[in-house]
């Protein structure tokens, strides 16, 4: 009788990879649970008060959080999804980056837009990762 086949070095890292993905998806989606329920009240809140200015600061600041939250959303999309197929999807990647980029462009502070270095490297980020997705998109209906 043969003694049972230890698993290999290469078995025993993917097994970790998944429980870790598991383990992070879990606390990412408790996260998320929690943050949006700070945003809820936290607007609830502000709605109450009659002093508060949404065509300014506020509106901003709820916009902010609406996008964090969106790829922190996106950022949970990417871990099931190699959950799932036990692979990286570069598209979704790519959309939660630009996503991460249009959020800094949205809520950009009035006056760093004057700065021409931080628009020039904005617009270099952008087109960099709109070309990649692009190309992805690209190579995948030609395959």
């Known amino acids: ?3 049972p086949k230890l698993p290999s070095f290469l078995g025993i890292v993917e097994r970790f990879e998944r429980i870790l993905a598991r383990v992070l998806a879990l606390l990412l989606l408790v996260v998320l649970l929690a943050s ?4 809820v009240l936290a607007t609830a809140m502000a709605l109450l008060r009659p002093d508060q200015n949404w065509l300014d600061a506020g509106l901003l600041s709820l916009l902010d959080r609406m996008l964090l939250l969106l790829i922190g959303l996106e950022v949970l999309q990417n ?3 190699y959950l799932r197929d036990h692979a990286i999807q570069m598209e979704l990647v790519m959309l939660t980056a630009l996503t991460a980029v249009a ?3 949205i809520v950009m502070p009035p006056g760093q837009e004057k700065d021409p270095l931080t628009l020039v490297g904005v617009g270099v980020i952008i087109a960099c990762l709109a070309g990649a997705y692009f190309l992805l998109r690209l190579s995948r209906r030609r395959a």
């Open 36 to 39: 949006t329920l700070q945003l």
């Open 103 to 105: 959020r800094k462009v």
């Open 79 to 81: 871990v099931t999804s």
């Open 1 to 3: 009788m043969l003694p």
